[in-house]
């Protein structure tokens, strides 16, 4: 194998590593952590902790690491130019919205929290892969 693709590989392991420690000590792997933010009832403010510490993280390092003239890995950056708001864009974000409040999961923890081989995990995972395929399938078909 290329050594240069084994970097690659390696660096996104390590950052998806990262990542799915950061999700289980701030207990976004746990769905009733989720649900309780979303439940106005019984309001738990720790996603929002989580939330606002990726944002400020991400307020100081984008702009510093944008500064480079392309990615470490890449010939150049990847960054989506599209301002539009379409009707997919909407009934996506109410999808993703809907599976999230109605699983407790976002597919981040969802694929992070099947390790621990939880049931509910493992059909809310099976179900976003379906809805993938699915989507796949059709999407030449959906004209909105």
Known sequence: MNSKIIKINSVSFFAGFIFAIGLAISGMTQPQKVIGFLNF???????????VGAICVHMVAYPLVRKRSSPLFDVQWHVPDR???T?????GSALFGLGWGLGGFCPGPGLTT??????????FVGSMIVGMILFKKTEIYLKF
Not at 114 to 123: E, F, K, P, Y
């Open 41 to 51: 009832s019984d309001w738990d403010p720790s996603l929002l902790f989580v939330m």
């Open 114 to 123: 099947l390790a621990t081989g939880d049931l509910r995990t493992i059909i």
């Open 87 to 91: 009707s997919r864009l909407i009934l």
């Open 83 to 85: 301002k539009d708001i």
